[in-house]
């Protein structure tokens, strides 16, 4: 156990804890390999044992049929709901999955919202190009299923296939990114829809500058960040309800 005034730090039992300190823990929390394999008996240990306030946090929508492989090794939905209740805290970062988390297990969630950049909040929001000319729409999202890129393309082709004036901007990269450039060719809305590849912060909120709509297409979203970036651009919204967007989009914004 590591620890500093404020925070204390539980490390796998098997390495050496004289080269484990708050510092090197903090600087391993961004890598995405940082949690893997984590001891939860160990984890509930600490929590039973020593005393150590046990927090539970999701950016994974829980289901009762994905909580058995996200909780491995616990291989039932009663004995992951007796880790959480034995939680101090469990959070999740939208309204509408507080309500479904509740449901599922029983037991209080507090909301804690994602954190918007300064990237986004900095500037001054800056006018969206003349929508009479040219009326550009923005996504931004991982080429992955859950995102239906190809309901969105489908939707699209639906209402402006040839609309010249009309454009997609597609940004992000993923295992469907060759395909859905063959769905937009096939449906004769290619020359209408770029696909802008990954961007980092700084451009992605220089694009959405010169967009006129964020439009998020997913089957679910825990939070949906690009939302609540694209409203601190100045751009209103056009989302499916698919959880954390319906706490953001209402009727004056989307």
């Known amino acids: 156990v590591a620890r500093t005034e404020h925070l204390t730090f ?14 090197f823990v903090l600087k391993r929390m961004n890598e995405k390999s940082f949690a893997k394999g984590a001891d939860r008996e160990a984890i509930k240990l600490c929590t039973e044992k020593m005393n150590i306030p046990l927090v539970i946090t999701e950016h994974y929508p829980f289901t ?4 058995t492989r996200i909780f491995y090794p616990y291989n039932s939905f009663e004995k992951v ?14 309204p509408v999955f507080k309500k479904h988390y509740e449901n599922l297990f029983g037991c209080e969630y507090t909301v804690i919202p994602n954190l918007v950049s300064e990237v986004f909040t900095k500037n001054d929001v800056v006018n ?3 929508a009479d000319k040219k009326f550009t729409f923005i996504h931004i999202g991982a080429f992955e299923s859950h995102k239906r890129h190809d309901v969105l393309l489908k939707a699209f ?3 402006f296939r040839g609309k010249e004036n009309i454009k997609l901007n597609l940004v992000g990269t993923g295992s469907l990114y060759i395909e859905i450039k063959h769905m937009a060719s096939s449906l004769g809305i290619d020359f209408q829809v770029l696909f802008m590849g990954e961007l980092d912060r700084a451009k992605l909120a220089a694009t959405m500058d010169h967009s006129n709509a964020l439009v998020i297409s997913s089957e ?13 651009r100045g751009r209103p919204v056009l989302s499916t309800r698919c ?3 319906e706490s953001i989009v209402n009727k004056q914004n989307g």
């Open 10 to 23: 539980v490390c796998h039992p098997d390495k050496k804890l004289a080269s484990i300190t708050p510092e």
């Open 128 to 130: 969206a190009p003349p």
């Open 243 to 245: 959880g954390g967007p």
């Open 220 to 232: 679910y979203e825990t939070f949906g960040l690009v939302a609540a970036e694209a409203l601190f």
């Open 81 to 94: 709901k007796s880790v959480l209740k034995k939680a101090s805290v469990r959070i999740c970062v939208s």
């Open 64 to 67: 009762e049929e994905s909580l």
């Open 157 to 159: 082709s639906q209402a």
